[in-house]
Structure formats: C-alpha cells, structure tokens
C-alpha cells in the first residue's frame, strides 16, 4: 500500500482544499452537465468556458481572485447567447464561434500584460490550465454557496427542463414560461462552467462538465439515475487525477509532478471509454 | 340525452393571421364538439400549422378568436393535449416511455417529482390504453415511429385535456402504423368523450373514422361533414379555380383543373392508379 | 517590419491564409466549426510532445492532430459528434499540458503555441508548410464536387455512393493538416477564427460557390497580413488582432445580410 498514497497526502492542507473544491465542483458541473449532454449543447457549453478566459485573465490584472473574473465573463455570455438565440443550429454555432475567437484573443491580450506588466508568468497555466493546489482556503465557502445555488436551480427547473427537451413547443403549449426555464439553466450552467475554470483550468472545464454525464448516460436508462452516477464518477476521477498528481511529484523526486489537470482529464477519459468498451460489448453479447 | 348535442368544446370565429407580412389564415371559422374527430386537411403550405399553433395559444390571432370550453385561450389552459409531429429525440436521451408519459401529469411544474403509487398507477394505465405496456421502459429514443407515436399520445392524454391536437401524426408512418393509430384515436374520442383534431395533407387514412372535416385552402377554410365539403363545387369554390373531386377505388382524389393532371390534396397516390390497387391489400 | 527574420513570417502566414480560406469555406458549409476548434489542439499537443523529445515540430503536430481527427471519427460513431469532439478537445489540451510540464520553457511555451508567435516559423520550416498546404488545396480540389455534394445534400450524396463517413474522416484529415502548420504563427486557439470568420463574411457577400472562396481568401490574407503589422508595430500578441480582426469581418457580413433582408419585400411564397 505504501507508493499509493504517498506520505503527506491526507495531511497536507492544500489537499484538503483541492479535494474539497474538486469533489463539489465534480458534482455540480456532473448534474449540469447531464442537462448539458441531453440538450446537445456541448459546444455551447465549451465555448462558455473559452469565453470565460477573457474573464479570468482580466481579474488576473486587476488583482482579483479569477473566480470573480469567470463567472462575470460567463454570465454575461450566457445571458447574450440567451437573448441572441439563433433558431438555426448551423448559424448559432458559427456566431458562438466567432465570439469564442474574440474572446480567446482578448485573453491573449490580458495574459500578455499580466506577464510583463505586472510580472506574474503563472497566469497562463493558472487561468488556462487551473490551480486546484493553490486556491485559497477563503475560497472554499464561496465554491460551496455557488454550488449549493446551482444544483438548487437545476432541481427546481428539473421536470421543465426535461419537457423543454423533447419539445420546446409542447413544453409552451402546457404553460411552462420557456424563457425563464432557458435563462435559468443557461445562469446555472455559467457558474458550473466558472466554479470548474478555476480548479481544472477554462480550457479544461468540458471535461468534467460533459465526459462525467456521457459516461453515465451510456451506462443508464433513468434521467435521476444518470446525474446521480455522473456526480459519482466525477468525484472519484477528480479525487483519483489529485491522487496521482500528488503521487507523481513524490515519485519525481524533485522534478515538478505531472500537472493535475491532466491527470484529472485522463481519468475521466479513462472512465469513458471503460464505459463504451462495456456497452459495446454488452451489444454484441446481445446479438450473437 | 340527444346524443347529437355534443358539448362544444372549441370554438375558431373568423380567425385571421397575418406573419411577416403574409397573410397565412383569412377568417376561418369552426367548431369541434366532444367526441367528434376532425380532420384539418390541407396542403403543406395551407396553414395547418399555424392554425394550430393559435388554437395552442403560441400563436396570437391578428383578427378574431379561440374559444376552449366556451372560455378564451390563456396561456395556461390545460384543457389541450398536443402531439407535435417531431419531438428531439437523442438515442442516448435518458427518457423511458414511462417518464415521458409521466411528464404529460406533471412536467410543467417545477422542482422533482415525487413518487407516489397513485401516480405510477396512472402511468400504468394510459399505457395500458394505447398498448404500449410492452416497451415502457424502453428509451424513447430507440422506439419506432409508431411506438414513439403511442407514447406522445399517451403523454398527452395522460392529463385528462378535452381536446386533442395531433400535428400530421402519419406524416412518418407507414401504412399499418398509421391505420392503427388513426383507429386507435377514434376509440379514445369515442371512449373518453374527447375532441379529437388531426392535421394531414392527405385525408384519405382517416375518411373511415372523421367526423367533420376542416379543409384548408390557401389560408382560408370550409368546415363541415366530408360528404358536405368535399365536393367539386366545394372545393373549387374554396381555391378560387376548378378542382374535380374524383371518388375511385374508395379514395378520394383533388385533381386541379389548370395544370393538366397535377394532384393537389387528397390522394394517396402521387404517382399511378395502378400503385392505388397494389397498396390497397 | 520586412527584414529577414521576419520574411519567414509573412510567407508562412500567406500560405496559411490562402489555405485557410479555401478550408474555411467548406468548414462553414458542414457546420463544422466544433471540430474546427479541436483539431489544432493536436497540433498544440504535437508540437509539446515534439519539444519534448526533441523531434521536428511539425512531424509532431502532424501526428497529434490527425490522432485527433481518427479520435473524432471513431469516438463520434458510437456516441454523439458534439460529445466526442469535446472530449477530444480537452484530451489532447491535457497531454499538451502533460508534455510541456516536463520542459523547462513551461509558460512562455504555451502561451506560443496556444496564441500564435509572430517569430515562429524557423526557415527550414517554410517548405514542408508550402508542401502541407499544397496538398491541402489539392485534397480540396480532388474532393470539391462529391464534398460539396454530401455537405449540402447528404442523402443524395449517400446514394450516389458518396460515403457520408468517408468524406467525414477525410474532411476532418484536412483541418487537421490545414492547422497543424498554421499553428506555429497563429497558434492552435485562434486558427479557428481564421477558418470560420472570413469565409462566414464572404458567403454573405457573394453568391457562388467560387466568389465565396476567392473573397474568403482575400479577407483571409488581409486580417493575417494586418495582424502581423499591427502585432509587429505595437508588440501586442497576434492572436489578439487574428481573433478580434476577424470578428469584425464576421460582423460586417451578417449586417449586410441583415440589411439585405430588411430592405427586400418579406413576401416569401416558400414559408408556411
């Protein structure tokens, strides 16, 4: 057992913030996300999430904590693809495209005069690619109560939000006030995306958004099952990916361990394609 | 009780919508009672759907109005099921036809639903009724067009509505299919004392079970029995040049009188006769 | 701002203009702007993973992004496109991470391969990127009448023995092959800008497939040659001017469309 969890782990105090942080933003990007993946809204999701750097990065400047940055960028963003809402999915996705494309150059810009004007090179890695080691244990209550609000406002939009999705039409035909059901998850969805930004990076946050509630909506048939399933497995590869970063920076002695972002991607990757191995060959169990 | 006076449920008085400067209804008027099964026929293009899109409230009228049980449309009337004609239905949506049917209850109010006996009774039920207990818990995304068919009906039955709007339900059927839905919706209007509305470009699938007709022509409408509107002199009079209404082989064929054969409405042959008699087995 | 270092720069980014207004179009026609996005992140992750072991870039990011395309194909037919692009995406993003972590250059490396670097292109660098977009622009005109065909009717296409996914996977070969030597000027988040904005803001001013390409190309040229002197004058980061120049191309496109639409009759006889 010794070399699994290497000495430290469960003392260390930074530890303790990322699996606290990491385990409430798993949860709450894996019921947002289960929404996310029904709806078909992925690349809507992603770019949310790229937009979001040009947020990040610009806290970075001001010298305010960057999830102040996102959820500012994001909730802006979404409330502008809510009011946009171009009907046809091909020209929607070339307009949030383009945004993205601003957005993302407006963050090279920022990143840029973060690293010369006031002399931090970590920005780029840290509004990019996360900092879960080294959020602030003041930031703790902050992710809590946004993650509490979130899962709140997705239970209570639960039933129309699943009615929206079959038909947005019969869901306006039965009384159910579209609008605010859309607004209500797009908010949801924004700070989901910002609370994810600053433990596994903007650029990274799909990651726990969409392959969670993939993984578990190919293992299962029931809406409730499959969120609940998608929290469980985001926690475990959030709470394994910080594992194996903190291993790693044990086992190269010295070196820099590997960055925990990947880690946390690839076990998330992992457990998806354990998930497609399975059905596919439970299919073919099936059809032989 | 006489049964012919059946309780006017919807009420259409000189309906007129004009959209982005179209002008795509002009004064139609009708009437549905319970238990009576209308179809709305007319041409794509003629304005079905959005004729019934007012009667679901999405659509506000330029001129004239609904009313549903002698009382006007609001927005949040219940008195309506509505069966759309597409639905989104992702393979890996995770949706049972269960839970689909049990949205029709509840799925316009907020928050979780709670389990309860009586609820999954009723469930059970509707799915009984439209026979559709063998795959209840399979996905809805992997049920067939017909099967998907049953469960939106089921969905929309589910709630108790008087009136029943089904936007061209055989439009993605086959033959068979078709057949058995449209049969199936003249035993639930019959059973349940429901007005039963259909859209379809083509009438001749539900010549055996309609009641009443609404046909729509170019945005205006002729309502009445089939035998009273769908005739040559009917009809020509409601497109404002010659049609021939031709009876053949019990189908019912709309041929315009300018273009030199070309089928409007109505037939369920857009090639030859000699497809009519093949299908007719 | 023409001096010999630079020279490298304009011819790189020139060939990657034209190409990537040719590319452009069709990705636009598919709606193929997710993917789009995806690719060039192997490129990201190539040209760390490169870096790492010492090996020539753009072998590296020639692999990774068509890594990538495969990933795509193959994780799209089983699941939905959108899902598997994402997580694609952020796959490929991590193992560039991974690989860059083990170097010593860290941050300064991927800020330039993620946002573009006007002094990127080495000169032994220039004729393997004329070649890959040669071949590009010669896949594209090998393909343009069956990829026209199955991007605007796609049954007809599968009919006329057109495969669908075929013309996918080859499709998705060429954007991974058309960012992979864009790049190393552009950098891998804001090459998307230049394959979407332009040729989005030609279709609204033209009216054949032909015109839309040439004036795809020409903004192409003009917001890659603008960037690289404003970049050059002001020293700000290039991808800045490539992501924000073409936005306001994008933008001059659908104004014109809307005033087209505004000052024609609104009577359209094919509505319902």
Same mark, same amino acid.
């Given at each position: 057992?010794?070399?699994?969890?290497?000495?430290?782990?469960?003392?260390?105090?930074?530890?303790?913030?990322?699996?606290?942080?990491?385990?409430?933003?798993?949860?709450?990007?894996?019921?947002?996300?289960?929404?996310?993946?029904?709806?078909?809204?992925?690349?809507?999701?992603?770019?949310?999430?790229?937009?979001?750097?040009?947020?990040?990065?610009?806290?970075?400047?001001?010298?305010?904590?960057?999830?102040?940055?996102?959820?500012?960028?994001?909730?802006?963003?979404?409330?502008?693809?809510?009011?946009?809402?171009?009907?046809?999915?091909?020209?929607?996705?070339?307009?949030?495209?383009?945004?993205?494309?601003?957005?993302?150059?407006?963050?090279?810009?920022?990143?840029?005069?973060?690293?010369?004007?006031?002399?931090?090179?970590?920005?780029?890695?840290?509004?990019?690619?996360?900092?879960?080691?080294?959020?602030?244990?003041?930031?703790?209550?902050?992710?809590?109560?946004?993650?509490?609000?979130?899962?709140?406002?997705?239970?209570?939009?639960?039933?129309?939000?699943?009615?929206?999705?079959?038909?947005?039409?019969?869901?306006?035909?039965?009384?159910?006030?579209?609008?605010?059901?859309?607004?209500?998850?797009?908010?949801?969805?924004?700070?989901?995306?910002?609370?994810?930004?600053?433990?596994?990076?903007?650029?990274?946050?799909?990651?726990?958004?969409?392959?969670?509630?993939?993984?578990?909506?190919?293992?299962?048939?029931?809406?409730?099952?499959?969120?609940?399933?998608?929290?469980?497995?985001?926690?475990?590869?959030?709470?394994?990916?910080?594992?194996?970063?903190?291993?790693?920076?044990?086992?190269?002695?010295?070196?820099?361990?590997?960055?925990?972002?990947?880690?946390?991607?690839?076990?998330?990757?992992?457990?998806?394609?354990?998930?497609?191995?399975?059905?596919?060959?439970?299919?073919?169990?099936?059809?032989? | 009780?006489?049964?012919?006076?059946?309780?006017?449920?919807?009420?259409?008085?000189?309906?007129?919508?004009?959209?982005?400067?179209?002008?795509?209804?002009?004064?139609?008027?009708?009437?549905?009672?319970? *238990?009576?099964?209308?179809?709305?026929?007319?041409?794509?293009?003629?304005?079905?759907?959005?004729?019934?899109?007012?009667?679901?409230?999405?659509?506000?009228?330029?001129?004239? /109005?609904?009313?549903?049980?002698?009382?006007?449309?609001?927005?949040?009337?219940?008195?309506?099921?509505?069966?759309?004609?597409?639905?989104?239905?992702?393979? %890996?949506?995770?949706?049972?036809?269960?839970?689909?049917? *049990?949205?029709?209850?509840? *799925?316009?109010?907020?928050?979780?639903?709670?389990?309860?006996?009586?609820?999954?009774?009723?469930?059970?039920?509707?799915?009984?009724?439209?026979?559709?207990?063998?795959?209840?818990?399979?996905?809805?995304?992997?049920?067939?067009?017909?099967?998907?068919?049953?469960?939106?009906?089921?969905?929309?039955?589910?709630?108790?509505?008087?009136?029943?709007?089904?936007?061209?339900?055989?439009?993605?059927?086959?033959?068979?299919?078709?057949? /058995?839905?449209?049969?199936?919706?003249?035993?639930?209007?019959?059973?349940?004392?429901?007005?039963?509305?259909?859209?379809?470009?083509?009438?001749?699938?539900?010549?055996?079970?309609? %009641?009443?007709?609404?046909?729509?022509?170019?945005?205006?409408?002729?309502?009445?029995?089939?035998?009273?509107?769908?005739?040559?002199?009917?009809?020509?009079?409601?497109?404002?040049?010659?049609?021939?209404?031709?009876?053949?082989?019990?189908?019912?064929?709309?041929?315009?009188? %300018?273009?030199?054969?070309?089928?409007?409405?109505?037939?369920?042959?857009?090639?030859?006769? *000699?497809?009519?008699?093949?299908?007719?087995? | 701002?023409?001096?010999?270092?630079? =020279?490298?720069?304009?011819?790189?980014?020139?060939?990657?203009?034209?190409?990537?207004?040719?590319?452009?179009?069709?990705?636009?026609?598919?709606?193929?702007?997710?993917?789009?996005?995806?690719?060039?992140?192997?490129?990201?992750?190539?040209?760390?993973?490169?870096?790492?072991?010492?090996?020539?870039?753009?072998?590296?990011?020639?692999?990774?992004?068509?890594?990538?395309?495969?990933?795509?194909?193959?994780?799209?037919?089983?699941?939905?496109?959108?899902?598997?692009?994402?997580?694609?995406?952020?796959?490929?993003?991590?193992?560039?991470?991974?690989?860059?972590?083990?170097?010593?250059?860290?941050?300064?490396?991927?800020?330039?391969?993620?946002?573009?670097?006007?002094?990127?292109?080495?000169?032994?660098?220039?004729?393997?990127?004329?070649?890959?977009?040669? &071949?590009?622009?010669?896949?594209?005109?090998?393909?343009?009448?069956? =990829?026209?065909?199955?991007?605007?009717?796609?049954?007809?296409?599968?009919?006329?023995?057109?495969?669908?996914?075929?013309?996918? =996977?080859?499709?998705?070969?060429?954007? &991974?092959?058309?960012?992979?030597?864009?790049?190393?000027?552009?950098?891998?988040?804001?090459?998307?800008?230049? =394959?979407?904005?332009?040729?989005?803001?030609?279709?609204?001013?033209?009216?054949?497939?032909?015109? &839309?390409?040439?004036?795809?190309?020409?903004?192409?040229?003009?917001?890659?040659?603008? &960037?690289?002197?404003?970049?050059?004058?002001?020293?700000?980061?290039?991808?800045?001017?490539?992501?924000?120049?073409?936005?306001?191309?994008?933008?001059?496109?659908?104004?014109?469309?809307?005033?087209?639409?505004?000052?024609?009759?609104?009577?359209?006889?094919?509505?319902?």
């Amino acid at each position: 057992m010794a070399g699994f969890f290497e000495p430290g782990f469960f003392s260390s105090a930074p530890v303790h913030v990322a699996l606290t942080v990491g385990g409430i933003v798993a949860v709450v990007s894996a019921v947002v996300g289960t929404f996310t993946v029904i709806r078909g809204q992925s690349f809507a999701g992603h770019a949310l999430s790229d937009i979001g750097t040009a947020g990040g990065s610009g806290a970075f400047l001001v010298g305010v904590p960057t999830l102040y940055g996102f959820v500012a960028m994001n909730l802006t963003a979404a409330g502008v693809m809510e009011l946009i809402g171009i009907r046809r999915p091909r020209g929607r996705d070339l307009a949030t495209g383009i945004v993205l494309g601003a957005a993302l150059g407006v963050a090279a810009l920022f990143l840029y005069w973060d690293t010369t004007v006031s002399s931090t090179t970590g920005a780029t890695i840290n509004v990019l690619f996360g900092s879960i080691f080294t959020i602030s244990t003041s930031t703790v209550p902050v992710v809590a109560v946004l993650g509490a609000a979130t899962v709140a406002v997705i239970a209570a939009l639960y039933r129309p939000l699943l009615l929206t999705s079959v038909s947005y039409d019969l869901a306006a035909a039965r009384g159910v006030p579209v609008r605010l059901v859309s607004v209500g998850y797009l908010l949801a969805l924004a700070v989901a995306v910002s609370l994810s930004s600053i433990s596994i990076g903007a650029i990274l946050s799909t990651a726990l958004l969409i392959g969670p509630a993939a993984t578990a909506l190919r293992l299962t048939t029931r809406t409730g099952l499959a969120i609940g399933l998608a929290a469980a497995i985001g926690v475990a590869a959030t709470w394994a990916g910080i594992l194996l970063a903190y291993d790693s920076a044990a086992w190269s002695a010295g070196q820099q361990g590997w960055p925990v972002s990947f880690c946390i991607v690839a076990a998330v990757f992992a457990c998806y394609l354990l998930a497609s191995l399975r059905t596919r060959q439970s299919r073919h169990q099936r059809a032989r | 009780m006489n049964p012919r006076a059946n309780a006017e449920i919807l009420a259409v008085d000189n309906v007129s919508v004009t959209l982005s400067g179209r002008q795509i209804l002009r004064e139609v008027s009708f009437r549905i009672g319970a *238990g009576e099964l209308t179809g709305l026929i007319g041409s794509n293009g003629a304005g079905k759907t959005t004729l019934l899109r007012v009667i679901l409230g999405l659509v506000t009228p330029t001129a004239g /109005e609904v009313r549903l049980a002698g009382r006007p449309r609001t927005r949040r009337n219940q008195l309506v099921g509505y069966v759309p004609q597409k639905i989104t239905l992702e393979p %890996d949506m995770p949706l049972r036809a269960r839970d689909l049917v *049990g949205l029709g209850l509840d *799925g316009h109010r907020f928050g979780v639903a709670r389990p309860s006996a009586a609820r999954n009774a009723a469930i059970a039920d509707m799915l009984d009724a439209v026979d559709a207990t063998r795959f209840a818990d399979a996905r809805v995304g992997n049920l067939s067009g017909g099967e998907q068919q049953r469960v939106m009906i089921a969905h929309a039955l589910i709630s108790r509505p008087r009136l029943l709007l089904l936007d061209e339900p055989l439009a993605n059927l086959d033959i068979r299919s078709g057949h /058995e839905v449209v049969h199936l919706l003249a035993r639930i209007s019959t059973e349940q004392r429901i007005a039963v509305l259909i859209s379809a470009h083509d009438m001749n699938p539900l010549l055996p079970v309609m %009641d009443r007709i609404v046909y729509l022509a170019a945005g205006r409408a002729v309502t009445g029995t089939t035998a009273e509107v769908v005739r040559t002199e009917t009809l020509s009079d409601l497109y404002g040049h010659h049609v021939e209404v031709i009876h053949t082989q019990g189908r019912v064929l709309v041929v315009s009188g %300018d273009d030199s054969g070309a089928v409007r409405t109505g037939s369920a042959v857009q090639t030859s006769g *000699g497809d009519a008699q093949v299908r007719r087995g | 701002m023409f001096s010999n270092f630079m =020279l490298n720069t304009w011819e790189a980014a020139t060939i990657v203009a034209v190409v990537a207004g040719v590319v452009g179009f069709f990705t636009v026609l598919r709606g193929s702007a997710f993917a789009a996005h995806a690719l060039p992140n192997g490129a990201f992750a190539g040209a760390a993973g490169a870096s790492l072991l010492g090996v020539n870039a753009l072998v590296g990011m020639g692999v990774f992004s068509l890594a990538g395309a495969v990933t795509i194909a193959s994780l799209g037919r089983r699941a939905r496109h959108d899902v598997a692009t994402a997580l694609t995406i952020v796959v490929l993003l991590g193992l560039g991470d991974l690989f860059l972590s083990r170097t010593t250059e860290y941050a300064p490396e991927i800020y330039s391969l993620l946002f573009g670097e006007i002094l990127g292109v080495a000169s032994t660098e220039l004729a393997p990127t004329a070649a890959i977009g040669a &071949a590009c622009i010669a896949a594209v005109v090998v393909l343009y009448r069956p =990829l026209m065909l199955s991007s605007v009717m796609p049954e007809v296409a599968e009919a006329r023995g057109v495969s669908a996914r075929r013309m996918d =996977l080859c499709f998705l070969v060429v954007i &991974a092959l058309t960012t992979t030597m864009a790049v190393p000027v552009v950098g891998s988040l804001l090459i998307f800008s230049l =394959l979407i904005g332009p040729p989005a803001a030609a279709c609204a001013f033209t009216t054949t497939p032909r015109q &839309a390409i040439v004036v795809s190309v020409l903004m192409a040229l003009g917001i890659v040659w603008a &960037a690289i002197a404003i970049s050059y004058l002001t020293n700000l980061p290039i991808g800045f001017f490539v992501g924000t120049i073409s936005a306001v191309f994008y933008t001059a496109g659908r104004g014109w469309v809307f005033r087209r639409q505004t000052r024609t009759a609104p009577s359209d006889p094919s509505r319902p």
